[in-house]
């Protein structure tokens, strides 16, 4: 067999057995890496192929960011963009500017702000955006997206008044006299969105397009598409784009809960779906975000109580399904593992997204029952400062137990939970794992993390994950050397070309 591309003189890593050891000369064949090693691989030329000189610059697997809310973050890009947003006035001003583009009656949506970052350190109240968005139903998200404050037309469109009661696992925000004040929290953040009509299939593909170009350009070549939501309409926007040829990243779109009983009367089992599109990871709520995360030591909120977790995840194991569990706090990810072990499915790398505060005892469990999680390495530099407020000082040596779980035997993989973050460039994150001095894991670790985990974690470290022969060639070229630059600053680096199946994806060979 000949290549279709040999990419030569390099600093080529696999990231599979050799580690980070460099290879000069990597072949590609049919999509597939065919050969990985020195220049007897230019033996491997025919006619027809196409060789690339690297000039020393690395190459590595694509990177595989396994929780990312892709559709939601797409649908944003149509939405206000509230980030950085320095005070309610500025909040208002931009919904005012993004009105102008809307047509009349169209419900108008905003995110990105935090509101720690205003000056007035407290959410809007619905009475203030009226003032902007009239009688149009408008609403706006925190940046975390376990807040939404609703105008008071979203308000009566979903018939919330002063009787309304809480949703299990939200809240509805009220002012003295007991009438909604707009804010609506984790679960409650549903009761607008369920009555605000879906997006056209069209708008989900528009989407799917802006959120991949920003995933590609970081060299991500593999997302699980996280849902907040149980639209089966994200499965369309994908596979339709897989049809025409446009999907230039692999997706493993998660199940929103509500979807497990279709989705295991329709066959489908962990791994389903090709290389392209898959599916999949049924995901569910157990605890909130920021301070209201489900902690041993009390407090926090629960989306789904421990009875029902325990039964969604015995009928999805039995199933042979997947689940993708939010927990945060120690309480809701010991609830997770009583679930799996009640289920008794440790076949099924049941996920736990987020994983933020795991003590050993949890870690070890989760090692023991077959787990996998799934975090963001950020989450060791913010959850740290955050801590100091939000978690008693025992709990913060077990925040983002990067080395910990490793240790334990869970594999632990990396991603952005975009938009969380706002950037999912994975290198920000790669130094914060190496360099976390409570947790900190080795490079090789925190770049299998953003690679092969995340093909453990969907069942795919049989085909990519790392550069070996017969992997797939998605693959990220660099400029120089950046694992061996001083200089380099991670929050700008960008590869300069992105393979996927051997195809480019982004930038070109030529360009500088
Ligand atoms: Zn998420």
Redesign the pocket.
Known sequence: MRADLILARGRIRTLGRSGLNPHTHLAVAGGQVLACGGREVMGLRGPRTRIVDLAGAAVLPGFNDA?A?VVYYGLTRFGADLSGATGIDDILERLKDHARGLKPGEWQQGMGYRTDELVERRQPHRTELDRVTGDRPAFIDERG?HARVANSAALAAAAITTETPNPQGGRIGRDLNRAPNGLLLESAMRLVADVQPPPSLDRRVDGVLKAQELLVSRGITSVGA?VNRGFADDLRAYERLAQDGRLTIRVNEFLSWELLEAASSLGVRAGFGGPLVRAGPIKVFIDGGAERVAMRSGGGVWRTTRDELRELVSRATASGLQVAA?AIGDAAIEAMCDAVEGGGGTDLRHRV??CTICPPDLQARMARLGMVAVMQPMAARFGRVASAIFFPVRDRTHLAPHRGLLKAGVPVTFSS?LP?SADPNPWPGIRVAVEDQVNGISLLAALRAYTSAGAFASFEESIKGTLEPGMLADLQIYRGDPLDDEGVNWEELRPRVVLLGGVRVFGSFSGR
């Open positions: 929780h809310h997206g996280a939010h997204e987020h939970d969380v």
